[in-house]
């Protein structure tokens, strides 16, 4: 039994309108919303830079730091209520969310009064945004690729392991087989595309500095990821081998899929992030892939991004109405009242 | 023409029987043999700390702070003369060779009077030592992989793109490969492989933390190339999926080697380096697939390692007898007379 419905302090009816907080950390910054339950969002503000990772995972001091000003801001410039709600979607939540489940909690009691907070997996903030609470599966795709489903009883994901060991089909995936195919041809072995060789030479210059431009750095994945764009462009022109790649992704995209999708019912299935951009020549494709592995379930478009997934979060959890399922590492509810 | 033939300082004959140097460079330390044109090797010497990589490539200054000690030591135990050849073969010579080229002349010329220089990309040194100066492709492959080939006229090579954008059927290529299947076996997606997935759980602990203990260290490509032997055990015990990586593998060798082998007479073609040790699980389907795609050339073993191709390098530039082709970046003959 949850301590405390959204309801005015003094026990009058109807209760006061309450507020929430709704924030996206991942690679590209903060990403913060603020609004209320009956009105919505009042008003949104980002950071350009990512919240650090430390030797207890992700900084919850740093990302509290960034946070308050951002909330405080938007606050003054909306008259959005404090919240009382908050939900915070990380990137890494569940591997390096050890600092952020700790402190979290407190942290947001003491700065706002959040007494409700749910920290959600980045995938889980991808999933709301694009289906909402209803049944289904959603592919996260950008530089990694990760697939989340439920069937409101319980979460599950499949891959999302990185682009060592997996991200299959996501854009570093597509972007490393292109870069592959580029020098298959320069060596004259088969399998190569000349036309993947002269994008990849616009692209990074002559091949044989590439190692020497890719393996010093941090980002490798999204150095990859940066290829895949191009690897696109080549299908598009009808290259069989460019073509043949993103083929792949695709079936390996709609394996992930079917991996987390529920198997009765009517689930939907939709696309999220980056490689939404790719176009046709991965999308045509993935449709069939999907047509093919999933033929109980109805391909929809994401109806929005991350963000959107913590607001509408953010909302059913002000209201008292969150219908996804709370999971030890993808979505986890804390109350703060006793913080 | 070059100047000075072996022969001794007063112009008596016979020539003195020329002292030479064998250095192999490598990513476990140095190794080092001395010896003479007539009577070979007399005494070997190695390090267990690789020559680091500085801003200028392979660090010639600690190479040779290394080197000189491992030399005074043998010349002190074997009573090997002075070298006045050598061979320093190097991995990362075409790339990170700036300071090696420019330096080791002058230094190895006033550390021990070596009048002649030979600098061997790796692949030549493992070329030489698996095949001598006979026409042929040798596919050099332990944790990466490259090919070499030489109709004694040019050098050709193919694959050596590291873990990322190629060394295509290496150990790190062999050991990603079943660690992607084990996961995928995890997930519950197609192409897993239950018995890689006991397997990688033996070698790593549970595989949710597999990312956290991989992503972080330095040395990746070592790490996924340690799982290569689990990938030959789980495929002698006749499991699906690690037999078809091995395949893989096994074609991707054959088709880097096909890129190098000269296309006329009767060349010659070998392995050489750690993946020897797979056994059949590999080594079957590559002697398949060698001879598909190499029809016209003889299989043989490989007659020894990349010190020994060093050492065969040097007696032959000892004795003024080196057949294999000089290169810029593969194998740079350098006079050191005028230094």
Same mark, same amino acid.
């Given at each position: 039994?949850?301590?405390?419905?959204?309801?005015?302090?003094?026990?009058?009816s109807p209760p006061e309108d309450t507020g929430f907080l709704a924030v996206d950390s991942g690679g590209s910054g903060?990403?913060?919303?603020?609004?209320?339950?009956?009105?919505?969002?009042?008003?949104?503000?980002?950071?350009?830079?990512?919240?650090?990772?430390?030797?207890?995972? &992700?900084?919850?001091?740093?990302?509290?730091?960034?946070?308050?000003?951002?909330?405080?801001?938007?606050?003054?410039?909306?008259?959005?209520?404090?919240?009382?709600?908050?939900?915070? #979607?990380?990137?890494?939540?569940?591997?390096?969310?050890?600092?952020?489940?700790?402190? @979290?909690?407190?942290?947001?009691?003491?700065?706002?009064?959040?007494?409700?907070?749910?920290?959600?997996?980045?995938?889980?903030?991808?999933?709301? /945004?694009?289906?909402?609470?209803?049944?289904?599966?959603? &592919?996260?795709?950008?530089?990694?690729?990760?697939?989340? #489903?439920?069937?409101?009883?319980?979460?599950?994901?499949?891959? #999302?392991?990185?682009?060592?060991?997996?991200?299959?089909?996501?854009?570093?995936? &597509? #972007?490393?087989?292109?870069?592959?195919?580029?020098?298959?041809?320069?060596?004259?072995?088969?399998?190569?595309?000349?036309?993947? @060789?002269?994008?990849?030479?616009?692209?990074?210059?002559?091949?044989?500095?590439?190692?020497?431009?890719?393996?010093?750095?941090?980002?490798?994945?999204?150095?990859?990821?940066?290829?895949?764009?191009?690897?696109?462009?080549?299908?598009?022109?009808?290259?069989?081998?460019?073509?043949?790649?993103?083929?792949?992704?695709?079936?390996?995209?709609?394996?992930?899929?079917?991996?987390?999708?529920?198997?009765?019912?009517?689930?939907?299935?939709?696309?999220?992030? /980056?490689?939404?951009?790719?176009?046709?020549?991965?999308?045509?494709?993935?449709?069939?892939?999907?047509?093919?592995?999933?033929?109980?379930?109805?391909?929809?478009?994401?109806?929005?991004?991350?963000?959107?997934?913590?607001?509408?979060?953010?909302?059913? @959890?002000?209201?008292?109405?969150?219908?996804?399922?709370?999971?030890?590492?993808?979505?986890?509810?804390?109350?703060?009242?006793?913080?």
């Amino acid at each position: 039994m949850t301590s405390g419905a959204p309801r005015a302090e003094d026990g009058t009816s109807p209760p006061e309108d309450t507020g929430f907080l709704a924030v996206d950390s991942g690679g590209s910054g903060l990403r913060v919303a603020v609004g209320t339950a009956r009105r919505g969002v009042l008003g949104r503000r980002s950071t350009a830079t990512p919240v650090p990772t430390g030797a207890r995972g &992700i900084d919850a001091e740093r990302l509290m730091e960034d946070l308050v000003p951002l909330v405080e801001a938007l606050t003054a410039d909306t008259g959005a209520p404090r919240p009382s709600a908050a939900v915070v #979607g990380a990137a890494g939540l569940s591997t390096l969310g050890d600092a952020l489940r700790a402190e @979290l909690p407190g942290a947001l009691r003491r700065a706002f009064g959040v007494r409700r907070l749910a920290l959600a997996a980045d995938a889980v903030t991808a999933y709301c /945004g694009a289906l909402g609470a209803r049944p289904g599966a959603v &592919i996260a795709a950008g530089t990694g690729l990760i697939a989340v #489903g439920t069937d409101l009883v319980r979460w599950r994901r499949a891959d #999302g392991w990185g682009h060592l060991l997996g991200d299959c089909g996501s854009g570093a995936w &597509i #972007g490393r087989a292109g870069l592959e195919a580029a020098l298959r041809a320069y060596d004259g072995r088969s399998g190569g595309s000349a036309g993947l @060789l002269a994008r990849a030479e616009e692209a990074f210059g002559p091949v044989q500095g590439l190692p020497g431009r890719l393996y010093p750095r941090r980002d490798r994945p999204a150095v990859l990821a940066s290829f895949a764009p191009q690897v696109a462009g080549c299908a598009a022109d009808g290259d069989p081998v460019a073509v043949g790649i993103l083929a792949s992704a695709a079936r390996h995209m709609a394996e992930s899929a079917r991996a987390v999708c529920p198997d009765g019912g009517q689930p939907l299935v939709a696309l999220t992030g /980056g490689l939404c951009r790719m176009g046709d020549p991965l999308l045509a494709p993935l449709a069939l892939e999907l047509t093919r592995l999933l033929p109980h379930a109805r391909r929809v478009p994401a109806a929005g991004d991350p963000l959107h997934g913590a607001v509408r979060l953010a909302v059913d @959890l002000a209201a008292g109405t969150l219908a996804l399922p709370p999971d030890e590492k993808m979505l986890q509810v804390v109350t703060t009242d006793r913080g």
